[in-house]
């Protein structure tokens, strides 16, 4: 029996290689659960151009991917989280294909805008707002009124709702004013559910990792080289010099503590802001 056998859950921004989002659904698949893995799809606007999102096509090859060793089934759902309708439509259909639905990751998310407090724009604060917070907002209120409707009927074990927040939730890195102020407010999104829909069994976490070298990830290494007149060696001496376990995270720690957060062992665990940043991060 896989630790989270019978269960289905939904990750958002799951629909890029070397993601974050693979990651967790691999690991979730790879203990039973029926996965629903769901991305933009197509670009969007200035920001989410092509080679920053997950195109229908690169999540249709990651879910064939991880397919080939999954223990539940694995769908593929188009959902722009910045659209409450997209988050309406892709519960709606998980529950009409699985039949329930049991945790939800909010992983979808942007950083790549990198620059000067002062010379952020408007624009360029909403849209990191709206993927990075208001899009977790939704996802949660809408995941948990499915939940709370299957507690209802009978069928409820309560619920797991999962933010990935970051190590910019917890200490602020220059050039980052939108990212690191949407990451903070996620941990108070995360510890307000938490307190609301404890009554329903539904535990709301957040995790917390440090850099890990995604296609977000490589974006942030290549700015930080520039700003830090290094190469990508050197930016990577840089980081593990402040890691006291000795290497950046891998995709892979997060996805771990995805899953301890998702499975029943975690069942007393809610409200928390959980790091996973080799010791990097300590409060
Ligand atoms: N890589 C890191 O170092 C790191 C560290 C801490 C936290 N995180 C967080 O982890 C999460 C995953 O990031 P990643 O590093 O795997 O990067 P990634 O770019 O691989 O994944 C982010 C995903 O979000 C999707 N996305 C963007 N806008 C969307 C929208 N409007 N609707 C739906 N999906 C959308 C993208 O298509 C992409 O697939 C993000 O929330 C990120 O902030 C990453």
Redesign the pocket.
């Known amino acids: 029996m896989g630790r989270l056998q019978g269960k289905v859950a939904i990750i958002?921004?799951?629909?890029?290689h070397?993601?974050?989002?693979?990651a967790i659904a691999k690991k979730f698949a790879g203990e039973g659960c029926d996965v629903v893995i769901?991305?933009?799809g197509a670009p969007?606007g200035p920001h989410?151009s092509a080679d920053?999102?997950?195109t229908s096509a690169e999540m249709e090859s990651v879910a064939a991917g991880i397919r080939e060793h999954a223990k539940g089934k694995v769908l593929t759902m188009i959902?722009?989280?910045?659209s409450e309708d997209d988050i309406k439509r892709c519960i709606a259909d998980t529950v009409a294909k699985l039949g329930r639905l049991d945790i939800v990751v909010n992983?979808?998310?942007?950083?790549f805008i990198m620059k000067p407090m002062m010379e952020f724009s408007i624009e360029e604060w909403d849209i990191v707002l709206?993927?990075?917070l208001r899009?977790p907002f939704l996802f949660t209120k809408h995941a948990a009124a499915q939940m709370v409707k299957q507690a209802e009927a009978g069928q409820g074990q309560g619920g797991r709702i999962i933010n990935?927040?970051?190590?910019?939730a917890k200490s602020a890195s220059p050039q980052l004013v939108a990212?690191t102020s949407s990451?903070h407010g996620l941990i108070g999104l995360t510890r307000v559910c938490a307190v609301e829909l404890g009554k329903h069994n539904i535990t709301v976490n957040a995790v917390?990792?440090?850099?890990?070298?995604?296609?977000?990830?490589a974006k942030?290494n290549a700015f930080r080289g520039q700003v830090l007149g290094k190469d990508l060696e050197g930016v990577f001496e840089f980081r593990k010099a402040k890691i006291p376990l000795g290497r950046v995270?891998l995709?892979d720690d997060?996805a771990n503590a995805c899953l301890f957060l998702a499975s029943d062992e975690a069942a007393y665990i809610t409200a928390e802001a959980m790091n996973v940043s080799g010791g990097e991060e300590m409060h």
Request: glycine share 22%.
């Open positions: 958002t921004g799951a629909g890029r070397k993601g974050l989002g693979e769901t991305d933009i969007s989410l920053n999102i997950g959902c722009d989280v910045r992983n979808a998310g942007i950083g709206d993927v990075n899009g990935i927040a970051s190590q910019a990212y990451k917390c990792p440090n850099h890990v070298t995604t296609g977000l990830g942030q995270g995709a997060t």
